[in-house]
């Protein structure tokens, strides 16, 4: 599903191929940025053909000549929306980079495999369609502002990233303490999305 660009031409689809120093990787994005047009307007990124916002995230890791938790961590607190990105290099190391988007990630040992979508429930109904829910499997802990590497032994190295807390006339995103918020601020809260 494309956010920005047309689907019909390939360049606009995930996953996109980027080069960071001598390393290649593949990105791939979940979420919305919305800050990519300020980003190529600020000189941070080049302009492209490419019309997808995710893209913008793919040229800033490679503006940093390096594929690395540093080049990584550069790329979350500059983009601007929401998000959960995945960066497979060509050492097969896969890197995962949790903003506020949604992400389940379960590891099965047995199979010496990882696999991670966007929710639980998708999760589940993929699992089942490809017989991989008949094996044991172990819940990945991820929260926001994490940045995970699983390498190709599996063995998981963490980093980490401060969120930004996206604040507006309505106030913040992140100023809610209970359920009640919602349905005190409903109207608020449409305005703002709308």
Not at 24 to 50: M, Q, Y
Not at 130 to 158: C, P, Q, Y
Request: charged residues 25%; contains cysteine; proline residues 3%.
């Amino acid at each position: 599903m494309t956010t920005q660009g047309d689907g019909k031409f390939n360049y606009n689809n995930h996953p996109f191929a980027g080069i960071a120093g001598d390393t290649s990787f593949s990105f791939a994005h979940n979420g919305v940025l919305w800050n990519d047009k300020e980003l190529r307007k600020d000189k941070l990124i080049p302009d492209t053909h490419i019309e997808t916002d995710s893209y913008a995230a793919c040229q800033l890791i490679e503006s940093q000549q390096k594929l690395d938790f540093d080049s990584l961590k550069y790329m979350a607190v500059t983009v601007e929306g929401s998000f959960t990105f995945s960066v497979l290099d060509e050492h097969n190391n896969l890197y995962i980079i949790k903003g506020s988007n949604p992400m389940c990630l379960l590891h099965f040992p047995v199979l010496g495999l990882y696999v991670y979508s966007s929710t639980e429930s998708i999760m589940k109904k993929a699992l089942k369609q490809v017989g991989l829910h008949k094996f044991a499997s172990e819940k990945g802990d991820t929260v926001e502002g994490d940045i995970l590497r699983i390498d190709k032994n599996g063995e998981i190295t963490r980093s980490g990233f401060q969120p930004k807390i996206y604040r507006s006339k309505y106030g913040s995103w992140y100023d809610y303490d209970d359920s009640s918020y919602y349905s005190m601020h409903e109207e608020i809260l449409l305005a703002y999305c709308g």
